[in-house]
């Protein structure tokens, strides 16, 4: 084991030993170490370490854990390791072709440097409520799988963003994949943010998809971010607009956000109407 042990404040992050792990099997155990935490892409953790908003003990790093880096389309689903980078996925021909709600999502998460080297299971996990991939796994009505001390399991989206950086995840779990329907001819995407800047984490977003029934709409998701502890699905919203009616789809937008440091609730309430126009009209006029 390696520390770093200078106790003076020379270094940005407070003192931490680091481990490097081999098999997802010895991340979860090297997890039950006292103040443990797992590096993927490093592009959230570091930032935080180096601002000492966090000071784990020991950080596992997973990067050379095998068998999360792929990605595959089985059984009418695609599965994203979580060592995938966003940088790989948006090259990946498979998730352009299956996955288009990812590979539209993609491009405005952070920088080309962040997604060089960030990781889609980190940003899952790590579980911004103003990140892109969340909101889309929510929309995709998609899944998770995490090892832990007694083994595989899986958690659905709905259930796994549970508060601000809050997941089911437990002290010990290892996210492993993400996994979710692949799109097929009749799918529908649509995707839209508004960010002070290009990379920014967006002050409002919406992910969504549907499906082509004929000249309408049906099985309408709707997933906000930036507008909660978690991203939202607009329930009320996702019925209007599978009746085709984007007027009162924004009218039925029920979300409750609070202020914060990027605009108020009444701006970002405004701002989701807007979002939702665009996004509807993606839905209803381009294929996937
Ligand atoms: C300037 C800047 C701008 C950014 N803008 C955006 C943006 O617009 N949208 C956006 O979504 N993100 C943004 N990010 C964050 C970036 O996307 C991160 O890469 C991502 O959030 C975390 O992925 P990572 O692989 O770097 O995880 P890390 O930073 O290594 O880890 C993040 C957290 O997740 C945990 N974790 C990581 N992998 C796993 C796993 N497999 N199982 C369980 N826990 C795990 C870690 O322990 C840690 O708590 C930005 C970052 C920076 C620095």
């Known amino acids: 084991m390696r520390k770093n042990n200078r106790e003076d404040d020379s270094l940005k992050p407070a003192p931490f030993a680091y481990r490097r792990a081999r098999t997802t099997e010895e991340a979860v155990a090297l997890l039950g170490e006292k ?26 790093d997973i990067n050379g854990v095998g068998g999360l880096g792929g990605t595959v389309h089985k059984n009418g689903k695609i599965e994203i390791g979580a060592l995938v980078r966003h940088a790989q996925a948006e090259r990946s021909e498979l998730i352009v072709k299956y996955a288009p709600l990812i590979a539209r999502a993609l491009p405005h998460v952070g920088h080309a440097a962040i997604r060089n080297r960030g990781t889609l299971g980190g940003s899952i996990a790590f579980a911004d409520p103003a990140a892109e991939l969340p909101a ?24 796994f963003f549970q508060g601000l950086f809050e997941t089911a995840l437990g002290s010990q779990d290892v996210l492993t994949a993400i996994r979710f329907p692949a799109a097929t ?11 002070r800047r290009h990379g920014d984490y967006a002050i409002v977003g919406l992910a969504a998809c549907a499906r082509a029934d004929g000249k309408r709409l049906s099985d309408v998701r709707l997933a906000f971010f ?13 019925a209007a607009l599978a009746g085709g009616d984007v007027d009162a789809a924004v009218a039925a937008l029920d979300l409750v956000p609070q202020d914060d440091v990027q605009a108020t609730a009444k701006v970002k309430t405004h701002l989701a109407g807007v979002l939702l126009r665009r996004v509807a009209k993606q839905l209803m006029e381009e294929r996937a």
Do not use: H, W, Y
């Open 185 to 195: 001819k009749d799918t529908r995407v649509g995707f839209a943010e508004l960010a």
């Open 136 to 159: 889309c796994l929510l929309a995709l009505e998609g899944e998770v799988e995490a090892t832990g001390p007694s083994g595989k399991r899986t958690i659905r989206a709905q259930d």
């Open 35 to 60: 103040d443990a935490r797992l590096l993927a892409g490093g592009q959230s953790l570091i930032a935080t370490l180096n601002m000492r908003l966090s000071s784990p003990a020991l950080l596992i």
């Open 226 to 238: 930036g507008v909660g502890a978690t991203p939202v699905r607009a329930r009320r919203a996702e």
